[in-house]
T-cell receptor
Framework: NAGVTQTPKFRVLKTGQSMTLLCAQDMNHEYMYWYRQDPGMGLRLIHYSVGEGTTAKGEVPDGYNVSRLKKQNFLLGLESAAPSQTSVYFC???????????FGNGTRLTVT | AQSVSQHNHHVILSEAASLELGCNYS??????LFWYVQYPGQHLQLLLKYFSGDPLVKGIKGFEAEFIKSKFSFNLRKPSVQWSDTAEYFC??????????FGDGTTLTVKP
């Protein structure tokens, strides 16, 4: 049982480059989330999805886009990376709105 | 908007000492409260949760938390910590659409 899988684990980008982070879950969860974790700031919600084909903005959505074309996948895109987007990104999913979050192992992104 | 405040940013204890980590939240609706733990180099995982009923909830590894509605608090406790409890601890409140708001986290260091 893989749970929530994030790829890649590490990435270094130059300012202005683009990339996509992939999150895949095999638990048939409806809800999926992208968070960023920065020292002293906890986890901040970037975007989330309450079901296939739906997305919504979280607390810090600027500079990011997402897509949920398939229920099991939630993609996070950076169109033009900036140093301020250097962070650890966590994907999470949950069965319904009341159940606990299941987290992936994170992606450490550095933008130079 | 919901918010979570964790008062202790870094706690250092010796093994066998008792632990209490503070968490206060603000949210006008029915609260679902969670504590997550992040061991070094790992992803977040659920420690315990409160939805309703007995305000004293027990989680894994001997942790417990008490929901005090009048104080908007959900403090985490453990009678006797171990070196293996060294980790970062996050309090979270779940709001509408399953969005969870996290506190900034408390780093616990347990000295052997």
């Amino acid at each position: 049982n893989a749970g929530v899988t994030q790829t890649p684990k590490f990435r270094v980008l130059k300012t202005g480059q683009s990339m996509t982070l992939l999150c895949a879950q095999d638990m048939n969860h409806e809800y999926m989330y992208w968070y960023r974790q920065d020292p002293g700031m906890g986890l901040r919600l970037i975007h989330y999805s309450v079901g296939e084909g739906t997305t919504a903005k979280g607390e810090v959505p600027d500079g990011y886009n997402v897509s949920r074309l398939k229920k099991q996948n939630f993609l996070l895109g950076l169109e033009s990376a900036a140093p301020s987007q250097t962070s650890v990104y966590f994907c999470a999913s949950r069965w319904d709105s009341n159940s606990p979050l299941h987290f992936g192992n994170g992606t450490r992104l550095t933008v130079t | 908007a919901q918010s979570v405040s964790q008062h202790n940013h870094h706690v250092i204890l010796s093994e066998a000492a008792s632990l209490e980590l503070g968490c206060n939240y603000s949210y006008g609706g029915t609260v679902n409260l969670f504590w997550y733990v992040q061991y070094p180099g790992q992803h977040l995982q659920l420690l315990l949760k409160y939805f309703s009923g007995d305000p004293l909830v027990k989680g894994i590894k001997g942790f417990e938390a008490e929901f005090i509605k009048s104080k908007f608090s959900f403090n985490l406790r453990k009678p006797s910590v171990q070196w293996s409890d060294t980790a970062e601890y996050f309090c979270a409140v779940k709001g509408p659409a399953g969005k969870s708001t996290f506190g900034d986290g408390t780093t616990l260091t347990v000295k052997p």
